[in-house]
């Protein structure tokens, strides 16, 4: 096809010539009352294009002009039979593949180190999850892959599952076997689906890892947003199969998926398909060679070291950042960098710091960070007090289904006596937001410290409804 093409932004501007009254929403009608600090923020010339649907502008939800143009044309640069365009994140796309996947009461496997998101699907689906467990990277001083070995375990205890869900890559950038784990789950009549929101970027480089539908993956949710230069909040979702299969991931979307789409974030993923498709090995170069060189300058650093790939790992993206300071926690590494060096970062976590490159960011800005952590190490340096597989809890024991939970009678109990408790609500440190405990799990003393010793270091955490962290909702007796 055609990539040099770009549907809606050239719709948008069409629009823009032709229109000459404006009577719908948003209220704002193109920012003619649009709040003046808004418009001196942002400036006027935005808002022209934060249109609704119109005889021009096509409809999301049944696209068959401009939008289902530029997802043809997305389907095409990423390799997939269907994409569609999210504006709810790739949180949608996750939840529409389980959704379009699983039935209730169905078995589907999911890896632990999964975004919280898989959970909303669960709950919509009231699919019964079998977790899988990482192995875990002691370079990256997190989880690493799925192995096949695990999966082939796990379809040989649980025969009647369904589907697969895992994340690759991981927030650390670390990848799976996709292409042999897709075997695996075609021999056990299982669709494989991939939260890829980090690999956005990986179709369009043969210097980064493989993408997941290169590999056979049946769905890939990806954040555009995250990698491929598109707004925030704008993803895609990418599916390999039959009619029916797309016909089922349509309708799944639609529960998930706002009537109100952002004209503005769709043309941002037109765009960035745009650049990827036609700029993409350029953009990606750029991206690798500048994070090549600050990963060589923090590792020239006494006591600061920068990850790249080792044996711990089955692939790793290199143009992500994954550092540490001897003696530092990630969090107190991130909170130095920003207070004292202005330097904002992705992620943290107990050992390391996540920074993201992207393909504009200049020699200046990678020698920035790099003075940074030089600063940080010379000054907050002190001998390492290595690496403990302890403080990454297991998932505890399933009760009862995350759907079964949620519309369960709840009661409410201070957090300290809640062990023992059938947990009702997902617990996750945020970033990255993987749960370490999921409506309808046994609350563990493992997990029971886990999530004290967070909250005493004032970790910012999602799931908890009363928003200290002081009382949990647990099943009523």
């Not at 719908?24 to 600090?37: F, L, M, N, Q, V």
């Amino acid at each position: 096809m055609d990539q040099t093409r770009t549907p809606i932004i050239d719709m948008l501007r069409r629009f823009g010539d032709v229109s000459r009254g404006y009577f719908c929403i948003p209220s704002h009608h193109r920012g003619t009352s649009a709040d003046d600090g808004f418009i001196s923020l942002l400036g006027k010339e935005v808002l022209k294009y934060d249109l609704t649907e119109t005889p021009l502008t096509d409809d999301l939800h049944e696209a068959e002009g401009p939008i289902r143009e530029a997802e043809e044309l997305a389907a095409d640069a990423f390799g997939a039979d269907r994409s569609f365009f999210l504006v709810n994140g790739t949180t949608c796309g996750n939840e529409a593949m389980i959704i379009s996947s699983v039935k209730e009461g169905e078995k589907i496997l999911v890896a632990e180190n999964c975004h919280k998101s898989a959970l909303m699907g669960l709950i919509i689906s009231g699919a019964k999850p079998v977790f899988i467990r990482p192995s875990v990277s002691p370079s990256f001083r997190a989880f690493s892959s799925v192995t096949p070995e695990s999966v082939e375990k796990a379809f040989f205890e649980n025969p009647d599952a369904k589907a697969l869900f895992l994340t690759s890559p991981t927030f650390h950038g670390i990848c799976s076997d996709i292409r042999s784990i897709a075997e695996i789950c075609r021999r056990n009549n299982a669709l494989l689906l991939v939260d890829e929101a980090h690999g956005a970027h990986f179709a369009f480089s043969d210097r980064l890892p493989e993408s997941a539908m290169s590999q056979g993956a049946d769905m890939a949710s990806q954040s555009i947003h995250k990698t491929g230069g598109s707004m925030t909040q704008s993803s895609m979702l990418h599916v390999r199969g039959g009619a029916e299969r797309i016909a089922a991931v349509n309708e799944a979307l639609k529960l998930v998926q706002s009537t109100s789409p952002s004209y503005i974030l769709m043309a941002s993923l037109d765009g960035a398909r745009h650049s990827l498709a036609v700029r993409g090995r350029e953009l990606t170069d750029a991206m690798l060679d500048t994070a090549e060189y600050i990963r060589k300058g923090i590792n020239s650093v006494q006591g600061a070291f920068c990850c790249g790939k080792d044996d711990s790992v089955f692939d790793a993206d290199l143009s992500r950042l994954v550092l540490r300071i001897n003696g530092l926690s990630g969090f107190e590494l991130s909170d130095i960098l920003f207070n004292e060096s202005g330097i904002c970062t992705e992620m943290c976590d107990n050992f390391s710091v996540v920074a993201i490159v992207g393909p504009g960011d200049s020699r200046e800005d990678a020698d920035r960070l790099i003075n940074a952590v030089r600063s940080a190490a010379e000054k907050h340096r002190v001998s390492d007090a290595g690496f403990s597989l302890d403080s990454l809890p297991f998932l505890p024991h399933s009760v009862i289904t995350p759907r079964a939970a949620f519309f369960s009678a709840v009661e409410r109990v201070p957090f300290s006596e809640s062990l023992g408790r059938i947990c009702a609500e997902m617990i996750a440190p945020y970033p990255p937001g993987i749960p370490v405990i999921y409506p309808g799990q046994l609350m563990t003393p493992e997990v029971h410290s886990f999530i004290s010793d967070a909250l005493a270091k004032g970790r910012h955490i999602h799931g908890f409804s009363d928003g200290s962290g002081k009382t949990v909702k647990v099943i009523k007796k």
